[in-house]
Every structure is written in C-alpha cells, then in structure tokens.
C-alpha cells in the first residue's frame, strides 16, 4: 500500500421509515456535521468527498450536484460512486483509495437513502434484464425466501432459527442509538407471529426501508495521528462480484462471498478468523442469510452457523460478536447500509460503541457489504496501525 | 492536492466503437465492443488481464437499476476483478482508475464508459430530476434551459453574439469531418444554425450535441506494467475536480469557477505555470456551443472573454500552435458520460500519433482532456497528459 490511511471521523443519523422533517441534502448535512463533530475538524479541512446511494430509489438524476451544497463540496473535488446494495461499502474503498493514493490527505464519504421519498421496489424490479426476465421478479423478497428454503433444507436448520437471528438483532438494536427498529421481542413465538412473505421467510426476517445517512473522514497517516480519536487503521479491502445473467432462479450462490473472504482473509495472514477477527458486521439482508454467509466467509464451517446461534455465541458480549449494531434487519437506508457496517466497526474497534460495545478485546474488524446481482465489497480494520 | 512524484501511472491502451445510432446493439453489448478492442490493443487476457474495473454508466438513461450489472459483466467482472461504477461523466471513471493505481490496490485498471442517448425519448424528463426538489425542480429546468441561462449570462458579460455561437458549431462540425468515429460529418453555414430551430433562447438544435450511442475503453497500468505493455505509454501528469454551488442563482454563471479550481489544481500537480505556452493541445467538453469558449477560458487558454477572438485567429486549428477539439468535440457527436472519457482517448491517440487525418501539427507533449457534467456546468474534472516516450 502506498500511504496507510485510517478513519479518523465518524457520522450517524437516526433512522426511520420516514423522516419527512428533513430533505435529502439536510439529511446528508446530519451525518457529515455528526462525523465533522467526531472528528474535531471543519468542512475546510476535508479535500475531497466521495458519495453515493441507489441510483434509481429516489428518482433523482445526478443526485451529487443537489447534494452538493448540502455536504459542504462546493469548490472541492467530489466523486460519485452507485454500485447498488454494496454502495456504502464502495464508497469506503474509493475514501480509502483516494487516501492512499498520496494525493488527497482528508476525504469524506457520505451514503444516504431516503426511501419513501422514492419507489424502492418499482426501482429494483427494473433489474432484471428488459427482454428476458423483467416481467416475472419481484425484488429481494423471493431471492431471499429461496435462499432461506435451500438453507434449512441443506442443513436442517428448523424454521425457529430465523427469529433466534432476528431476537439477537432486537437485542442489539435496543442497545444502539441509532438503529431504526428497536422492537421489544423477548422470545421466538413473538417473532414467528410476524407473518409470511413468502415462505419461510417473515416480514421480521427481512430488513426494513429506512431513511438516514452516514458519513466516515478517512485520513492519512500523518493527519490520522494528530487526531483527536484514537485513529482506526484501513488494513485492506476487496470487492468481487457476481455477474449473473438475472434470471431470479434455482440457488442463490454465494461464489461471491466465499471469494471475496478467502482472498483477503489470506492475503492478510488469517487463518482462522473467528479467533483473529474480534468483530463482524455483515450486510445480511435477511436473519436467513446472515447464517449461511457467516459459512460462506469462512467464520464457521458449512450449515453449523444456526448450532453456533442457537448457543448464543453471535452476542455482542460473546466470543464472535456478529452485527452488535443489530444489523441490516434493523437499520436499511440502502446507500448509507453498507457504509453503517463500516462505521460500526470502526466505533467497536475504538471502543466507542456505547452500550453495544463488544466485551471481547477488540483487535481486527470485518465489515461486508452485498448488492447487486451478488457482489461482495468487504474491509478489514484494525486498533493496531501494523 | 499535492504533487507526486513517486510513481506514474499510465495510459496503456485505448479503444471505442463509433458514435451513431445503434438500433442493433444493446448498450451493454456496445461496451463490450469497446472492450474487445481494448484489450487486444493491450495484448491482455479477459478477465484476467488486470486488477479492477471502473464502468460509467447511467440507470436512468439505461432504464434499469444496477446498470453496471451488464456492463460489469462483459468488462469481466464475474468472479474477477473487483468492479465500480462512476455515475459522472466519464473522466472522472479515468480519474478513479489513476488514483486506484496510485494507491497501490491496483496495478492494471479497465475503465469503460457506455452510454445509448437514443433509447431515452426526452432527456429534459431525465435532467429536470437533476435540480433540487423543492425549487429549481418545479419550475421545469432541464440541462439546455440552464444552459441557455449560462449563455445569455456569459453573452452579455463578454458582449458575444449568437453568430459567435454559430460560428463555433460551424468550426467543429468542420473540424468533425476529418474524425471518422463521429456521426456528424456534414459542414453547416452559420446561417443555416441561426435558422434552426430555438430551443431555448438563445440556443438553437445546433447549439446542442447531438444526439448518439457508444461506448469506449482505456487501459491504466502502473508505470512498470505500462512499460511492459507498450513502448509507448502516456502518463498521467495531474487531475482535478471541483463542484460548483447547485442553485445557478448562487453562481455567477458567466465565471467557471469550479473549472478554474480543478483546472488549478491538475495544473499544480503537472508543474504547468503557463497552460497555454505549456500544453500541446486540449480537448474539452462542450455540451452546448458556448461552452467551448466558457471552458477554454476557464481552462487558461485564453483570458476572459477572448475565446471568441482566439477561436478566429486560427491558432486553435488543428493546424495551429494552440490546437483545441481537434475531433470536432462534443458537437460532433459524442454520448454523454462518454464524453470526457472520449476527451481522454482523443487526447492519448494525439499524443501517440495515432489520431489519423485529425492529428495535430508537430508531435505534442502534453495535453489535456476534460469532461463536465450536471446542470450549466456544475461539476469539471481535468486531466494533464504527457506523451511517455
């Protein structure tokens, strides 16, 4: 790597379904004066600003020149960056990129959605291919039901499983301020009360619409250690993506997530990663997913993610702390999701997670991000700058 | 911005289809064309020839969230190297793949840029969505309404007339006749652009690129990979981009500031004191007829309001010492979002020696490319080159 860089600020908004108070730039302002405030710096000194969100949800066109007075860009140098559900987790590469690059010292990345402005589902179902397929899909909803069916079938996993994930998420939202659905949910009967969408998969194994948006300063080295936070340090990055022709059938495959982790995992000399790797905040779309990815990132081994759940082992107080900010099932403002896992990683890493905070010393972190026709963004952080 | 010295990154290879209507082709299968070409340039394997993609590309002029699905895929992105999309003009695709390289995550970069204009029946529906909601939105502005605002302001700063403007789009579509790869190689009067039809006052159809589909490709590489690679690399000597403010009340629309910034700062990290002693030739984006003169200005080409003057003494000809759009520009016809991507390539294939009957005189050193997106200009970026052997 050229010049090391490191997260140096960091900005959250609250979440809802509906924020109808702010705008899409005030949102945006929200996060960037959040993560400005983290950071003790001002607008001036920030170099460059990377932004992004779902290209189509809002319907805006060239969403960044609007945004642009709102997040403090104006006579700077900006990029903007869509790459879908994985957005967030791109724009952090690109901050990272510009960082190390040696050619900008401080950058800004800031993700933002505000679903009910727009029409989430119109938006994705023109995914799929005009000539072939676009008529019959119908958003995430039956890739994510089909995968939770091939999950249990394959590994026997009972149809309880998915609401022990879903009341690990509860329990974690309710400790974060900023998570969007915070539920009371004490026991499995109350969340196999939610009901179906498409079997197996409930309405509480799926993550919400949520509006909000985060920001990240990214530093370089030297401006890293005049921080006034201990500075995170960016230890590596990947993407690698799925190109499937869009037709939304058989098992979804998780080729994308197995090489994206086994390639940095090896890469960055870990071996066995539930040991070396203190944190995980994985972008699961469904409490279904999050299980078979945990075994498609290499954490466990194939179908005994849901034994490891079912001991409680995934708490933020246990010994593999997965999504202690409750995850994407509690908090979706799609283009800032990705970038929240990231953040949240970075708060656990410095030991300011608050009441999430993890109880396990916390070393080196992993944040994935998902999208698109199944791509996988995924970073590697770490408390120690080496 | 700081300068670098520790490592170049070049410009290994370049390629792209012509721009024209592409009934026949998909837009994604236009990449893909792009591609191919690129890469048997380079003498690489697909997919596995180099270490990231950047697409350029938009949803909304695709009609499909995740158009980089498509345009991903035919780059060889499936299991790959990782893939991002640029949702801005198509420099700015190049400027991501540069600084990939300079960060060390990347050695060898493919960067495409695709757009199919003439699958969207009216771009004003599309760019009215690119203003702000509550005001500028509602009132019905699209990009040639802003730009006619632009215009009208900068004419009446510098005392330029509609004739100055026609005079511009007859220079370019002159000087289209000599590049093969764009569709409008037919000369035009100035009488005839005054008579077209007003679009908005006081732009007319000709003061508008037309309309076209296409797509083009580049290959980036470390300095070492780009030696191994062609004997004749171009260098990426220096970049900058800037936004102006959104609301064009907020801006004096007679002065490019944000392109005199990015302009700035490209230049301060190239090491050029004087661009238009310096610089050999410079190819710009020019959306709408105007703009050359605005850009150019902005760019230190020539002082404010002197454009005009410049462009009428000859010397930015292609047979002059000043040499600007050698290709005709976007006048010729050039899509959108592979506009500055384009601006790059014709650059490069100057510098190479490679631009055929549109070549400039003498063998340039340095050139620059430039590409600008959102409404009257709101967002430049700017690329320095320099001729690698």
């Known amino acids: 790597m050229a010049r090391r860089a490191a997260i140096v600020g960091i900005g959250q908004t609250y979440h809802r379904s509906k924020r109808p108070e702010v705008n899409i730039g005030e949102i945006c302002t929200e996060a960037v004066r959040a993560a400005l405030q983290d950071a003790d710096l001002s607008i001036r000194d920030v170099d460059a600003f990377v932004v992004g969100n779902m290209e189509l949800f809002e319907g805006r066109y060239q969403q960044d020149m609007w945004q642009a007075d709102f997040i403090g860009a104006v006579g700077k140098p900006g990029i903007r960056v869509t790459t879908g559900g994985t957005t967030g987790g791109t724009l952090a590469c690109v901050a990272f990129e510009f960082v190390s690059s040696g050619v900008f010292d401080r950058v800004m990345a800031i993700g933002f959605e505000k679903q009910y402005e727009g029409d989430t589902r119109a938006g994705l179902k023109t995914v799929a291919d005009p000539l072939w397929i676009r008529w019959l899909t119908t958003g995430a909803i039956g890739y994510f039901a089909r995968q939770a069916r091939h999950y249990m079938r394959e590994t026997g996993a009972p149809e309880e499983m998915g609401s022990m994930v879903r009341l690990r998420a509860a329990e974690h939202a309710r400790r974060n301020p900023h998570a969007h659905l915070r539920l009371e949910l004490r026991t499995v009967e109350e969340v196999m009360r939610s009901p179906y969408l498409i079997p197996p998969l409930r309405q509480l194994d799926m993550c919400p619409t949520s509006e909000g948006a985060c920001a990240l300063i990214v530093a370089c080295e030297e401006k890293a250690l005049q921080a006034r936070k201990r500075p995170v340090w960016v230890k590596d990055w990947i993407t690698v993506h799925k190109e499937a022709f869009y037709v939304r059938g058989g098992r979804p495959s998780v080729a994308d997530l197995e090489m994206a982790a086994s390639k940095l995992f090896r890469r960055n000399g870990i071996t066995r990663p539930m040991e070396q790797i203190s944190v995980a905040e994985i972008y699961a779309p469904s409490t279904w997913a999050e299980l078979e990815w945990l075994e498609a990132y290499g954490f466990c081994g194939k179908g005994t993610a849901w034994r490891l759940e079912q001991e409680g082992r995934f708490y933020f107080d246990r010994e593999f702390p997965v999504n202690p900010s409750g995850g994407v099932v509690c908090t979706n403002p799609i283009g800032a999701t990705a970038l929240i896992r990231v953040a949240e990683v970075a708060l656990q890493l410095r030991g300011d997670a608050g009441e999430r905070q993890i109880t396990r010393e916390p070393r080196v972190g992993f944040s994935s991000s998902w999208g698109g026709s199944g791509w996988t963004v995924a970073h590697l952080l770490s408390v120690a700058k080496d | ?389």
């Open chain 2, 1 to 389: 911005m700081r300068r670098r010295e520790a490592m170049r990154v070049g410009i290994v290879a370049a390629a792209q289809t012509r721009f024209r209507d592409y009934p026949e082709w998909r837009s994604h299968e236009l990449t893909y064309l792009a591609v191919e070409g690129v890469l048997k340039e380079a003498g690489l394997p697909f997919r596995d020839g180099y270490d990231e993609i950047v697409t350029c590309s938009s949803d909304h002029w695709e009609g499909k969230t995740l158009s980089d699905i498509e345009h991903g895929e035919v780059s060889g992105a499936h299991l790959g190297p990782g893939e991002v999309k640029v949702t801005q003009d198509g420099a700015n695709a190049v400027l991501l793949g540069y600084l990939k390289i300079l960060s060390g995550h990347a050695r060898t970069v493919l960067v495409t840029a695709c757009c199919k204009e003439t699958q969207v029946l009216d771009p004003s529906v599309i760019e009215n969505f690119a203003f702000d909601a509550p005001y500028q939105q509602l009132i019905g502005l699209d990009f040639t309404q802003a730009a006619a605002l632009q215009a009208m302001s900068y004419m009446s700063k510098y005392r330029i007339e509609r004739e100055d403007l026609a005079e511009v789009v007859a220079r370019e579509r002159e000087a289209a006749l000599a590049n093969p790869l764009v569709p409008r190689a037919d000369p035009i009067t100035v009488d005839e652009i005054l008579g077209s039809e007003v679009l908005s006052f006081p732009l007319t159809l000709h003061d508008r690129k037309p309309v076209c589909d296409g797509a083009c490709a580049l290959i980036l590489a470390h300095e070492e990979r780009a030696r191994e690679l062609t004997d004749r690399p171009v260098w990426i000597k220096g970049i900058g981009s800037c936004y102006e403010p959104h609301n064009l009340g907020d801006r004096d629309l007679a002065e490019p500031r944000a392109l005199i910034r990015a302009a700035g700062d490209a230049y301060r990290m190239a090491a050029i004191s004087d661009p238009s002693k310096e610089i050999d030739l410079f190819e710009v984006s020019e959306h709408y007829s105007y703009q050359l003169l605005l850009w150019m200005e902005g760019l230190g080409v020539c002082p404010s309001g002197r454009a005009v003057h410049l462009l009428r003494s000859g010397r930015t000809d292609r047979r002059g010492d000043l040499p600007v759009n050698p290709s005709g520009g976007l006048l010729a016809g050039v899509p959108r979002y592979v506009a500055g991507a384009n601006r790059v390539i014709e650059a490069f294939w100057q510098l190479r020696g490679e631009a055929g009957e549109r070549k400039v005189q003498g063998e340039p050193l340095l050139a620059l490319a430039h590409g600008t997106c959102g409404p009257a200009g709101q967002h430049h970026c700017v690329i320095v080159l320099e001729r690698g052997f």
